[in-house]
């Protein structure tokens, strides 16, 4: 294979850590520039109700701005983690690049992919459960049957 640019779509869960090491080992073998991936699931009002109360006109605006904030910090935790894992792959000889995009993952994996046109995506199996991932899908299943590039699962 010949990649030249490889997307890793990493989490902040344990398994995350598996899926990043062995895209910078094929990186490195491919001499090919890596991308990595966090996507910041968007939060509605009512997953933050403990946070903002209940919802009046001037509930709203705190809300809104609550949101934003939340936003906001967790971005800045995942520029922060990402800057980390870059650092690591950069002193294994890999140029990597950060990317951090707010909103629906599945979608927006795919996008990026797109975006950057990258020759490989590479992300984890998602561990919630067989059962769960049959009714309500994952998103390495979505992302295996949306994205126009080839992609490696890591278990």
């Known amino acids: 294979m010949d990649y030249r640019k490889i997307l890793v779509a990493v989490g902040r869960y344990e398994h995350s850590l598996k899926v990043f090491r062995d895209a910078v080992d094929l990186a490195k073998k491919e001499n090919a520039r890596l991308f990595l991936l966090h996507v910041v699931e968007q939060k509605t009002p009512d997953e933050l109700l403990d946070r903002i109360g209940t919802i009046t006109d001037v509930e709203q605006t705190e809300s809104i701005r609550l949101l934003k904030q939340y936003d906001e910090q967790e971005i800045s935790r ?77 278990y």
């Open 78 to 154: 995942a520029r922060a983690w990402l800057e980390e894992l870059c650092k690591e792959a950069e002193e294994q000889g890999v140029d990597a690049t950060e990317v951090v995009e707010i909103g629906n993952p599945e979608e927006l994996i795919c996008d990026v992919a797109r975006r950057l046109e990258a020759d490989l995506l590479v992300l984890g199996r998602t561990r919630r459960g067989g059962l769960i991932d049959r009714f309500i899908g994952s998103v390495t299943s979505y992302v295996l049957h949306h994205t126009t590039c080839n992609v490696l699962v890591v």
